[in-house]
T-cell receptor, first 116, second 113 residues
Framework: GAGVSQTPSNKVTEKGKYVELRCDPISGHTALYWYRQSLGQGPEFLIYFQGTGAADDSGLPNDRFFAVRPEGSVSTLKIQRTERGDSAVYLCASRLTGTGRGQPQHFGDGTRLSIL | QKEVEQNSGPLSVPEGAIASLNCTYS??????FFWYRQYSGKSPELIMSIYSNGDKEDGRFTAQLNKASQYVSLLIRDSQPSDSATYLCAVNPLKGGSEKLVFGKGTKLTVNP
């Protein structure tokens, strides 16, 4: 497909478990973002990749959260020792860069993470 | 003060009316502003982007930006029931070169047939 693809669409796991969430951006988009959205709130920034490197990880809440993008395309968000407060929709977005100011971010459908 | 503030609503308008959605932001150096529409259980979808003071029109949608007042608005003319959704205001604060977006909480709009 032409859009941002996220898998799985839903993930239910027990407190303390490890989870990985995957994002496949739009082809050719070098910028990739992870956001987290809780019920009734707007998306909250977690981390931004430009190519393979994390250019801004200031939104990661603590060291249980980590993200990689080893080949500059697919990204994986990893959460260790999950807590019930991690339950949210995790959104991935990608953006075309190098073509002018303010290219918009395009979002995937998200992964709904539920920690029991 | 939150970085991006919106009235959470809900905002209810009759079909055919103009819906007016408002947003204020705190970081004066912000340069890029976006309105996203989010249907329940779905991902945000870009509706409008605006970068310069004034109005920008696209079909039934008009975005208005006033950087001096740090204010962005979205007008929806001839509102339709299919416009019922949560509208998110997003700002790129340009801190440290990051291209992240800072979102408001969103305004829930209901258009009544």
């Amino acid at each position: 497909g032409a859009g941002v693809s996220q898998t799985p669409s839903n993930k239910v796991t027990e407190k303390g478990k490890y989870v990985e969430l995957r994002c496949d951006p739009i082809s050719g988009h070098t910028a990739l973002y992870w956001y987290r959205q809780s019920l009734g709130q707007g998306p909250e920034f977690l981390i931004y990749f430009q190519g393979t490197g994390a250019a801004d990880d200031s939104g990661l809440p603590n060291d249980r959260f980590f993200a990689v993008r080893p080949e500059g395309s697919v990204s994986t968000l990893k959460i260790q020792r999950t807590e019930r407060g991690d339950s949210a929709v995790y959104l991935c977005a990608s953006r075309l860069t190098g073509t002018g100011r303010g290219q918009p971010q395009h979002f995937g459908d998200g992964t709904r993470l539920s920690i029991l | 003060q939150k970085e991006v503030e919106q009235n959470s609503g809900p905002l209810s308008v009759p079909e055919g009316a103009i819906a007016s959605l408002n947003c204020t932001y705190s970081d004066r150096v912000s340069q890029s502003f976006f309105w996203y529409r989010q249907y329940s259980g779905k991902s945000p979808e870009l509706i409008m982007s605006i970068y310069s003071n004034g109005d920008k029109e696209d079909g039934r949608f008009t975005a208005q930006l006033n950087k001096a007042s740090q204010y962005v608005s979205l007008l929806i003319r001839d509102s339709q029931p299919s416009d019922s959704a949560t509208y998110l205001c997003a700002v790129n604060p340009l801190k440290g070169g990051s291209e992240k977006l800072v979102f408001g909480k969103g305004t829930k709009l209901t258009v009544n047939p």
